[in-house]
């Protein structure tokens, strides 16, 4: 049986939106982007490498998920459905990677991505990922056999503390 990894990141902290202007066109802001660079520096420092990239296409997101996709030099697969997703379809999201990635990094938006990460970890812990939180789980399920505390807890790092 193959061990695979699943990281979850929240994307990093994100300005107010401008007047007019809805959620969905937030940038990160400049403690955000800062928190992003860290994070991948100290993910660097532990081995953490995805070969699959799910991001929602919101700007926050995609401005979290870019420097993981160009240091990583995988696909970065942006799918609409994962903008303020439900834990539920963030789980029937990964449930179509192909079968052949053996590590994915998932960067959504809360309450979902924490939501995803309570529901999937064995030890039935609840998880709350700050911005820029993120998370790993192993597991020997296969994708499309994903399901409730199926995987387990080998990484969490938050701001402030990498």
Request: hydrophobic share 45%.
């Given at each position: 049986?193959?061990t695979?990894?699943?990281?979850?990141l929240?994307?990093?902290?994100?300005?107010?939106?401008?007047?007019?202007?809805?959620?969905?066109g937030?940038?990160?802001?400049?403690?955000?982007?800062?928190?992003?660079q860290?994070l991948?520096?100290?993910s660097?420092?532990?081995?953490?490498?995805a070969?699959?990239?799910?991001?929602?296409p919101?700007?926050?997101t995609?401005?979290?998920?870019?420097?993981?996709?160009?240091?990583?030099?995988c696909?970065?697969?942006?799918?609409?459905?994962l903008?303020?997703?439900?834990e539920?379809?963030?789980?029937?999201?990964l449930?179509?990677?192909?079968p052949?990635?053996?590590?994915?990094?998932?960067?959504?938006?809360n309450?979902?991505?924490?939501?995803?990460?309570?529901?999937?970890n064995?030890?039935?812990?609840?998880?709350?990922?700050?911005?820029?939180g993120?998370?790993?789980?192993?597991t020997?399920?296969e994708?499309?056999d994903l399901?409730?505390?199926?995987?387990?807890?080998?990484?969490?790092?938050?701001p402030?503390?990498?």
């Open positions: 049986m193959a695979r990894a699943l990281t979850l929240r994307h990093g902290d994100a300005l107010a939106a401008a007047s007019g202007a809805g959620d969905y937030r940038v990160l802001s400049a403690r955000g982007a800062d928190d992003i860290r991948l520096a100290q660097l420092h532990l081995n953490l490498c070969d699959w990239i799910y991001a929602s919101a700007a926050r995609q401005s979290s998920a870019e420097p993981f996709k160009a240091v990583w030099h696909p970065c697969v942006d799918i609409p459905e903008y303020l997703a439900p539920h379809q963030l789980l029937d999201i449930r179509q990677t192909p052949d990635i053996a590590h994915i990094l998932m960067v959504g938006h309450p979902g991505i924490s939501y995803l990460a309570s529901l999937l064995h030890q039935q812990s609840s998880i709350e990922l700050p911005t820029a993120l998370v790993s789980f192993t020997t399920a994708w499309v399901r409730p505390q199926c995987a387990n807890l080998t990484l969490q790092l938050q402030g503390h990498y």
